[in-house]
């Protein structure tokens, strides 16, 4: 699309926080994780929201969607790691049904 991937866009946005800040934007706007330059861990939670008729298989490692349309032609995309059983038990039920298709099959 005639853009250089490692040069800075004329109108891009950085955006910076301390500590616990927060930032919210709808995934479909075009984004990028900076370079982390800091010699500490830095930790972050992406929380998505998609319809029941939007398929995210794509981003769980090992599915057969990831495999098709990243794996195989050897891309590059975000893997979202499954829950483990023991995180899901220790959810409240009321979120449980949110995390019900992403919890992870014993020996995966």
Known sequence: MG????QPYPTELLVTGEAGSVVSFDSRLW???NHHRSSEQR????????PW???LEVLR???DERKRIVDEVGASDN???LVTREVF???PPDVQPLFRHWVQRSGS
């Open 61 to 63: 490692p090992g599915s």
């Open 31 to 33: 984004h990028a994780a």
């Open 89 to 91: 038990d220790r959810l």
């Open 43 to 50: 930790v972050s939670m992406a929380v998505r929201f998609a």
């Open 53 to 55: 008729w939007l398929s």
């Open 79 to 81: 893997s979202v790691p």
């Open 3 to 6: 853009v250089d991937a490692d």
